[in-house]
């Protein structure tokens, strides 16, 4: 049920906004108030409000306030942000007037912003019923602060005959009907009805019922919200898997008949709202989504192109694109690093490829060929990452740890074929390269790649990879990771020594001293190196 009881933690804010608006009613709106009431953890730092009034006047009375603030004003939209400027403050407020709008040539903004002084109207234009929840505080009295959910079983049977509902044991009035709304925002509601209700919610397309009943459904007609902003499609996809909803059955066939206009979206708004989700609770289901919606291939096209390649039964019993999203799942379970779960999502996409090769008809050298050239998944999937997130414009830094990641995946268990003493040889380079986090996450990459080979009754041995994951911990306890400036050797000293010269050669044999220390750390010692680096110009 919902927790009527969180809209107290509103009231800093209610308070810091009433000394700007004084008597003028202003409206709470949005993704904040849908948390609040599911008590889901919700950022409080951006705070959406709207009222009625004219740009200018709303302008005029927020510049007349003698408090200090940040203000910037979005004069196309009609919107303004107040950023307080008190000590710690995080917080900003972004403040809309009540407005239509009218056609989106570009499947993303309103050609035209037409002011309003009607909620009702501005209620028109929002995407989902969840989300169209406006909430006012009034000046009543607190009786209560104990936090407890909605438990009247008539709660809903009342809301849905009456077109209102108040909870007395939290003091919130909900109002759908729309004349009560109406009659709410022009001061002419009964006294009756509004009781001692501190707080009250205009729900005029009964997004309150949605929210019990774990539905996304569009506000109004469902095609015409998704054609005015395809982002719609992908927000739609992510409110489902973050708040573990269904979708209403006309808002889901508008959603994938109009899927296709992502096309027009700009990549990086894409990109940030599947940030959100591969940060979330359940990236898994939303690839899910993306796939069952005709998606996946406009967002992560070559994980797309992995749909139906068969793998060798005696490793995989799915195609590439199932076993993807089963090690997803697994993954997710086990990290929220957001890179980490991209990794898991591409870490086979160059299986695509490397199969192909397969119906060469390949002899042994052919094979032993192929695994050293470009159809090996982890080279030609490390450029596939490459193509995928540049298209999304993922920044650099994302794009190459994804990569790094695709491009290891199999490092992990090819240590643990080899003898069990040469693993700290094998991992100091890969430490050093990379550093401690990143290999204990591509441990965590090979667990879940693991458990995707099997159905989830069966259990697969994983203890080695663990085990390899405190072996890091271990070296990095006793030895740290070893850089090229504890090297006990240098370019001056060999110059020195050796009668170099500077150039190239200085470069390699000091990469190849680097590499020689890092199987062993005792062999880091300088007169030992200077001789074997002597041996190397022999040869």
Same mark, same amino acid.
């Given at each position: 049920?919902?927790?009527?009881?969180?809209?107290?933690?509103?009231?800093?804010?209610?308070?810091?906004?009433?000394?700007?608006?004084?008597?003028?009613?202003?409206?709470?709106?949005?993704?904040?108030?849908?948390?609040?009431?599911?008590?889901?953890?919700?950022?409080?730092?951006?705070?959406?409000?709207?009222?009625?009034?004219?740009?200018?006047?709303?302008?005029?009375?927020?510049?007349?306030?003698?408090?200090?603030?940040?203000?910037?004003?979005?004069?196309?939209?009609?919107?303004? =942000?107040?950023?307080?400027?008190?000590?710690?403050?995080?917080?900003?407020?972004?403040?809309?007037?009540?407005?239509?709008?009218?056609?989106?040539?570009?499947?993303?903004?309103?050609?035209?912003?037409?002011?309003?002084?009607?909620?009702?109207?501005?209620?028109?234009?929002?995407?989902?019923?969840?989300?169209?929840?406006?909430?006012?505080?009034?000046?009543?009295?607190?009786?209560?602060?104990?936090?407890?959910?909605?438990?009247?079983?008539?709660?809903?049977?009342?809301?849905?005959?009456?077109?209102?509902?108040?909870?007395?044991?939290?003091?919130?009035?909900?109002?759908?009907?729309?004349?009560?709304?109406?009659?709410?925002?022009?001061?002419?509601?009964?006294?009756?009805?509004?009781?001692?209700?501190?707080?009250?919610?205009?729900?005029?397309?009964?997004?309150?019922?949605?929210?019990?009943?774990? !539905?996304?459904? $569009?506000?109004?007609?469902?095609?015409?919200?998704?054609?005015?902003? $395809?982002?719609?499609?992908?927000?739609?996809?992510?409110?489902?898997?973050?708040?573990?909803?269904?979708?209403?059955?006309?808002?889901? =066939?508008?959603?994938?008949?109009?899927?296709?206009?992502?096309?027009?979206?700009?990549?990086?708004?894409? !990109?940030?709202?599947?940030?959100?989700?591969?940060?979330?609770?359940?990236?898994?289901?939303?690839?899910?989504?993306?796939?069952?919606?005709?998606?996946?291939?406009?967002?992560?096209?070559?994980?797309?192109?992995?749909?139906?390649?068969?793998?060798?039964?005696?490793?995989?019993?799915?195609?590439?694109?199932?076993? =993807?999203?089963?090690?997803?799942?697994?993954?997710?379970?086990?990290?929220?690093?957001?890179?980490?779960?991209?990794? $898991?999502?591409?870490?086979?996409?160059?299986?695509?490829?490397?199969?192909?090769?397969?119906?060469?008809?390949?002899?042994?050298?052919?094979?032993?060929?192929?695994?050293?050239?470009?159809?090996?998944?982890?080279?030609?999937?490390?450029?596939?990452?490459?193509?995928?997130?540049?298209?999304?414009?993922?920044?650099?830094?994302?794009?190459?740890?994804?990569?790094?990641?695709?491009?290891?995946?199999? #490092?992990?268990?090819?240590?643990?074929?080899?003898?069990?003493?040469?693993? #700290?040889?094998?991992?100091?380079?890969?430490?050093?390269?990379?550093?401690?986090?990143?290999?204990?996450?591509?441990?965590?990459? =090979?667990?879940?790649?693991?458990?995707?080979?099997?159905?989830?009754?069966?259990?697969?041995?994983?203890?080695?990879?663990?085990?390899?994951?405190?072996?890091?911990?271990?070296?990095?306890?006793?030895?740290?990771?070893?850089?090229?400036?504890?090297?006990?050797?240098?370019?001056?000293?060999?110059?020195?020594?050796?009668?170099?010269?500077?150039?190239?050669?200085?470069?390699?044999?000091? #990469? !190849?001293?680097?590499?020689?220390?890092?199987?062993?750390?005792?062999?880091?010692?300088?007169?030992?190196?200077?001789?074997?680096?002597?041996?190397?110009?022999?040869?």
């Amino acid at each position: 049920m919902l927790l009527f009881h969180n809209l107290n933690r509103l009231s800093d804010h209610h308070n810091y906004l009433s000394a700007i608006f004084g008597q003028k009613h202003f409206f709470f709106v949005g993704g904040m108030i849908r948390d609040l009431l599911l008590n889901r953890e919700t950022n409080m730092d951006d705070v959406d409000i709207t009222l009625s009034g004219t740009h200018t006047e709303n302008k005029n009375i927020i510049t007349s306030y003698d408090k200090e603030f940040s203000f910037f004003d979005t004069e196309k939209y009609g919107t303004m =942000t107040i950023i307080p400027k008190s000590e710690g403050n995080t917080t900003q407020y972004e403040i809309t007037p009540f407005r239509t709008e009218t056609t989106y040539s570009d499947g993303r903004h309103p050609d035209e912003v037409v002011r309003s002084d009607s909620l009702l109207d501005d209620s028109q234009r929002r995407d989902f019923t969840i989300n169209c929840l406006y909430y006012y505080k009034t000046n009543a009295i607190v009786r209560d602060t104990n936090q407890q959910p909605t438990t009247d079983p008539k709660f809903l049977s009342l809301l849905d005959r009456q077109g209102r509902y108040y909870d007395e044991t939290s003091q919130t009035l909900i109002l759908q009907d729309h004349q009560l709304i109406s009659n709410f925002q022009n001061n002419t509601l009964e006294n009756n009805i509004l009781s001692d209700a501190v707080h009250v919610i205009l729900d005029p397309h009964g997004g309150i019922q949605d929210l019990v009943h774990k !539905k996304i459904k $569009a506000v109004g007609a469902p095609d015409r919200r998704f054609q005015e902003d $395809a982002l719609r499609v992908v927000r739609g996809l992510r409110f489902s898997v973050a708040l573990e909803c269904d979708f209403e059955k006309h808002t889901w =066939t508008a959603l994938q008949k109009n899927a296709h206009l992502i096309r027009h979206i700009a990549k990086e708004r894409i !990109k940030q709202e599947c940030d959100k989700v591969f940060a979330g609770n359940n990236p898994f289901g939303f690839v899910a989504l993306l796939d069952a919606a005709n998606l996946l291939k406009w967002i992560f096209p070559k994980v797309y192109d992995n749909k139906g390649v068969e793998q060798p039964l005696r490793y995989h019993p799915f195609d590439v694109y199932t076993h =993807t999203l089963m090690v997803l799942y697994h993954a997710q379970q086990l990290s929220t690093d957001k890179l980490l779960r991209y990794a $898991a999502l591409y870490h086979d996409v160059g299986k695509v490829e490397q199969y192909s090769s397969y119906n060469m008809k390949l002899d042994e050298e052919g094979v032993r060929s192929m695994f050293s050239s470009w159809l090996n998944h982890v080279i030609c999937g490390e450029d596939f990452v490459r193509e995928d997130f540049k298209n999304l414009n993922a920044s650099t830094k994302e794009i190459d740890t994804i990569a790094r990641y695709v491009r290891r995946h199999m #490092k992990i268990g090819e240590i643990l074929m080899g003898d069990e003493s040469h693993y #700290k040889k094998k991992l100091r380079p890969m430490i050093a390269q990379v550093g401690p986090d990143m290999v204990k996450n591509l441990c965590l990459l =090979t667990v879940a790649d693991r458990l995707g080979q099997y159905n989830p009754i069966q259990a697969p041995a994983v203890d080695d990879v663990y085990g390899l994951i405190d072996l890091i911990d271990i070296i990095m306890e006793e030895e740290g990771r070893f850089s090229m400036k504890e090297l006990a050797i240098n370019g001056d000293l060999l110059m020195k020594e050796l009668k170099l010269t500077p150039g190239p050669q200085l470069g390699v044999l000091l #990469k !190849k001293s680097y590499e020689r220390v890092l199987e062993d750390l005792s062999r880091n010692d300088k007169e030992t190196l200077l001789t074997v680096i002597q041996g190397w110009m022999k040869e």
